[in-house]
């Protein structure tokens, strides 16, 4: 069973197809891996997906429905959300601000009851900070609580996005080179963070990045993306062993 199903999705930006009929499923459950050399157009499937690009064809399924063209906060609301290549925090907010804020897309309460701090506001403002807590504490956030976000070191910085993206509840999380910039010890706790992650909120993960011995990893299932086609998709092994993969991309530095 697949949660996320890609049918000849594609992008055209005027004369450039930076995706080009792709096929492809992320099955329900797994850790599921995106790579490619640069300007691939993997982070344009990750923009498809989440609604922030419009497919110029094809559709894109999730759970079955249709969700290709659809407005970004709905497909958060339907349970894909992400973090960005190039990170996006609040700077100026604390660690805990910045989970905080993301939490608050949860609040069912409306404007009277928070103005007047009716009970239907405080039970959920309590819950709402209690799962800023929780998320806090699993990603190794919670001594760094009152730090503001741009003064983190920069592999902490990319597990507060996570915890963001995790903040919005998510059936489906997207990772888009979440190790980029990390040392091979930062990258190592970031593969058992997600590993970790994946089994406590019953997620499904695709996972864009460079770092081999990461996607090669924790991956079930790997997709091979070049010049905005699918080159190959398989088990890590089979990807290893490819021969149009190791003269694409693996024999060559991504
Ligand atoms: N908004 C855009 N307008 C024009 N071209 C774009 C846009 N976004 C991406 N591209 C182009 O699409 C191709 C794929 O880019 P991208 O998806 O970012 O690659 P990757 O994430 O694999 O490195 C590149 O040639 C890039 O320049
Ligand atoms: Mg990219």
Do not use: W
């Not at 956030?141 to 920069?154: C, E, I, Q, S, W």
């Amino acid at each position: 069973m697949e949660i996320l199903e890609l049918k000849g999705a594609t992008k055209c930006f005027g004369g450039l197809t930076a995706v080009g009929d792709v096929n492809f499923t992320v099955p329900k459950g797994t850790i599921t891996g995106l790579i490619g050399p640069n300007g691939a157009g993997k982070t344009t499937i990750f923009n498809l997906i989440t609604g922030v690009y419009k497919v110029t064809r094809g559709n894109i399924l999730f759970d079955g429905k249709d969700i290709a063209n659809k407005e970004p906060y709905l497909i958060a609301d339907v349970g894909i959300t992400r973090t960005f290549q190039n990170i996006r925090l609040f700077k100026k907010l604390s660690v805990y601000e910045n989970i905080l804020t993301a939490c608050h897309n949860n609040a069912k309460y409306n404007v009277l009851d928070a103005v007047l701090r009716l009970p239907q506001y405080k039970r959920e403002e309590k819950q709402l900070k209690e799962q800023a807590e929780n998320l806090m504490e699993i990603m190794g956030l919670k001594d760094r609580r009152d730090l503001v976000a741009n003064n983190l070191p920069y592999g902490l910085q990319r597990r507060l996005e996570i915890a963001r993206a995790l903040a919005l509840n998510p059936r489906l999380l997207l990772l888009d080179e979440p190790a980029a910039g990390m040392n091979p010890d930062e990258t190592d706790q970031l593969m058992h963070l997600i590993f970790e992650i994946r089994k406590k909120f019953n997620l499904s993960v695709l996972i864009i990045d460079h770092h081999m011995d990461l996607v090669m990893g924790i991956c079930e299932k790997i997709m091979v993306l070049n010049f905005g086609c699918k080159l190959a998709e398989g088990t890590p092994s089979e990807i290893q062993n490819n021969t149009k993969v190791i003269e694409a991309y693996l024999g060559v530095e991504g």
